[in-house]
């Protein structure tokens, strides 16, 4: 954890100088269209959760959880960062997780509305091999 935190300032630090010129792009563009400039604190904050998940390898609901609020929220900040930054979006997996939807119980648990046990998306399944 100690060494995660390090990690996450160093990063942080460097990227102070980008940082600062997306704030001055955002001020520029979004005063144009008559809209407040950024708090420095929501730019940091964009600036972190973008490290998260570019870096740290976080997920949008994660980074979303532990900042209660929205995933898009965290989707929508996340991209304007890395767009302005000019950097590319990691992949991300898309679907279930592996194993999960292997299970034949999950169409009539879901039917049934049983509670059963559920995977890592939420999808409700009885039994899963």
């Not at 144009?32 to 400039?37: D, S």
């Not at 532990?66 to 679907?95: F, H």
């Not at 999808?123 to 091999?129: D, I, K, M, Q, T």
Request: contains cysteine; positive net charge; hydrophobic residues 35%.
């Amino acid at each position: 954890a100690q060494a995660e935190a390090s990690q996450r300032k160093g990063l942080l630090d460097s990227l102070s100088v980008k940082a600062n010129d997306y704030q001055t792009k955002v001020i520029q563009f979004y005063g144009k269209l008559g809209y407040k400039p950024v708090r420095m604190k929501e730019l940091i904050k964009h600036i972190d959760w973008t490290v998260d998940f570019q870096v740290l390898g976080g997920t949008f609901i994660g980074i979303a959880s532990s900042s209660r609020v929205e995933p898009q929220a965290v989707s929508k900040a996340v991209k304007s960062v890395l767009k302005v930054m000019g950097l590319n979006q990691r992949p991300t997996k898309v679907g279930h997780p592996l194993g999960t939807m292997r299970c034949s119980g999950i169409a009539s648990s879901r039917k049934k509305g049983n509670a059963g046990t559920f995977c890592g998306r939420g999808w409700p399944f009885s039994s899963c091999g």
